[in-house]
Each structure stands twice: as C-alpha cells, then as structure tokens.
C-alpha cells in the first residue's frame, strides 16, 4: 500500500522516519535529481511517499500504521526500547507503553507516536 504525506520539513521528517525509526529510504536520489516530488519510506511493506510543502496542511485526521517485522522490531521489548529512544528525542509516545490491540492481522502490540508535524504514527508488531 503507498499513501502519500505532506511534511513541512523534509529532513526533519526524513530523519525521524529514517534515522529515529529505521525505515529503509527509498528515491532520494530520484527527489535530489527533480525527477519525482517525493523521497519514499518503507516499513512492513508499506510505502509513504513523502511530500515537502510550504502550503498549510492539518494532519489532526491523518493516522499511518507501520506492521513492523522482523527486520525492524522483534518483540515488544524491543518496542518498548525504540519508544524510549524516541522519548530522548523529544517524540511524543501517546498511552504510555505498547499494548495488545485487534486490527486487520488480528491482535498484535501497538504505540503511537507523533511525528515531526504532529501526524499520528501508529507501530505495531506482527
């Protein structure tokens, strides 16, 4: 699935999609070259097309769900560890710690953050 995203700051989003939660970068040297209006970030099989804009936007409606595998967090344990990385940062961790929540793959941990421009990011382990 790709779902596109208007950010206000590109490296700053970059460096939380990317450097804080470890999503494999995709297209920036396409985005640097003007050859497409977005650098892509992946995790779980989702793609998210990130868009710099200097137009207003709201995000108070926009929520991603990254299923984060084996290849980015294991456990929840290890969530727990990549929420308090994230807490370092200043990235606010919304209801505390992961907890058991039912969605499209039936029951898996989950926690939500917020990114850089306030969009609720939920992570979730399958």
Do not use: N
């Not at 003007?34 to 998210?48: D, K, Q």
């Not at 936007?57 to 991603?64: D, G, S």
């Not at 595998?69 to 919304?94: K, P, Q, Y």
């Amino acid at each position: 699935m790709r779902q596109i995203t208007r950010v206000s700051d590109l490296d700053r989003a970059l460096s939380f999609y990317h450097d804080l939660l470890g999503m494999e970068l995709r297209d920036r040297e396409r985005y640097d070259a003007g050859e497409v209006p977005y650098v892509a970030v992946v995790a779980g099989g989702r793609h998210v097309h990130i868009v710099p804009t200097e137009e207003e936007f709201t995000v108070e409606r926009e929520h991603i769900c990254f299923l984060l595998r084996s290849s980015e967090v294991d456990s929840r344990e290890e969530l727990e560890d990549l929420l308090d990385r994230l807490r370092e940062e200043g990235i606010e961790v919304e209801e505390g710690e992961p907890y058991r929540r039912y969605g499209a793959y039936g029951r898996a941990w989950a926690a939500y953050v917020r990114d850089p421009d306030g969009r609720r990011v939920e992570l979730k382990i399958h």
